[in-house]
Nanobody, 124 residues
Framework: QVQLVESGGGLVQAGGSLRLSCAAS??????MGWFRQAPGKEREFVAA????????LYADSVKGRFTIFRDNAKNTVYLQMNSLNAEDTAVYFC???????????????????WGQGTQVTVSS
């Protein structure tokens, strides 16, 4: 079992920044990813990072604006979001993939455990 607790969502103006956190506990895993889901849309991949933190992967829509990184001492993964715009408004979820490679970690079905989600709202 893996327990995930997210925090850091909120309301921000367009152009602003937010940092999301996902604290993990339980068994080890290979990949942690962030996904988001806007109203009426499917859940989509945002970013992922390996357990070592050595490799990262980003969706094209957030590349250059978002950064995923981890603090292994705290077993926490962060998503730093800069230059936010209205299209970033969504519920953000962290999730873990127990085994696998980061290159194939953009699909929800590969992830076994999910956090409860945190709302990010960007006002224009």
């Amino acid at each position: 079992q893996v327990q995930l607790v997210e925090s850091g969502g909120g309301l921000v103006q367009a152009g602003g920044s937010l940092r999301l956190s996902c604290a993990a506990s339980g068994r080890t895993f290979s990949i942690m990813g962030w996904f988001r889901q806007a109203p009426g849309k499917e859940r989509e991949f945002v970013a992922a990072i390996t357990s070592s933190g050595g490799s990262t992967l980003y969706a094209d829509s957030v590349k250059g604006r978002f950064t995923i990184f981890r603090d292994n001492a705290k077993n926490t993964v962060y998503l730093q979001m800069n230059s936010l715009n209205a299209e970033d408004t969504a519920v953000y979820f962290c999730a873990v993939r127990l085994l696998g490679t980061i290159g194939a970690s953009t699909t929800t079905r590969y992830y076994s455990y999910w956090g409860q989600g945190t709302q990010v709202t960007v006002s224009s």
